[in-house]
């Protein structure tokens, strides 16, 4: 890839350790830019840093034990890498990274689940969103080049969940949950996967419990790259990088990739 241009990607690896080497050999095949994960599912001090570090990437990250975790995974080291909200509100759990990579800033985030939609982690999901908005906006300008990538635990529209009509009160397809992600949208984000492509049927997760999920495409697209008019607007292409859903111990998502011309 010419150096003019940047390759992204971003991968719910559900727990980094058991998807070790399906990851590493995915950057060894892609050799992306930065790789953005989520559900880490480490602590710190268990995060196998030095196999990225053998292979030729930094990274930076911030995790806990068995559940949630956030990384970023780059050729460049990162820059003013921060992690979580700073609003002086309750401590958010391991989900929000950023960081400056080749002058961009990106962020990751891991969203809340929600679990039911009559639960209190389902509030506390839409809460989230609410103050990642407002984070947005204390830290950044739409005017200006911004990367979001994630895990968003939100499929968006009807065209990016098999069954739109039998989901609707599902946690990630409710109705609060995609107004609520698109108050963030709106403060200036564009989803850089449709810009490419408007078709139905492309997903980024198929649920393990769903038998022969993949081959029959029962799946959603929950995890997305997005990112600020300037640097959208100098995406080439996206895509979805099914085949490692089908690969051997494979996570229930896959990866998203993009790529822009600098």
Known sequence: ???????????????????????????????????????????DADFPADDFRNIGYQVTFRGQKAHAGVAIVSKQAPKDVAFGFDDGGEPDEARLIRAVIRDIPIVNTY??????????????????????????????????????????????????????????????????ARAALQRVKDWGFMDVFRLHCSEPGQYTFWDY?????????????????????PLAGKSTRAWIDVQMRRAERPSDHTFLVAEFAL
């Open 1 to 43: 890839m010419s150096t003019d241009a940047i390759k992204v990607a971003t991968f719910n690896a559900n727990s980094i350790r058991a998807r070790l080497e399906l990851v590493l050999n995915w950057l060894k095949r892609e050799a992306p830019d930065v790789l953005c994960l989520q559900e880490t599912k480490v602590q």
């Open 111 to 176: 969203v809340p689940q929600g679990r039911s939609a009559d639960s209190p982690h389902f509030q506390y999901k839409l809460e989230w969103f609410a103050r990642l908005r407002n984070w947005f906006n204390r830290h950044y300008s739409p005017e200006e080049p911004l990367l979001w990538l994630g895990d968003f635990n939100v499929a968006p529209d009807p065209i990016d969940v098999h069954d739109p009509k039998r989901l609707s009160k599902h946690v990630d397809f409710h109705p609060e």
């Open 209 to 229: 419990r769903a038998r022969t999920a993949v081959d029959r495409n029962l799946g959603w697209r929950v995890d997305h790259i997005w990112a600020t008019k």
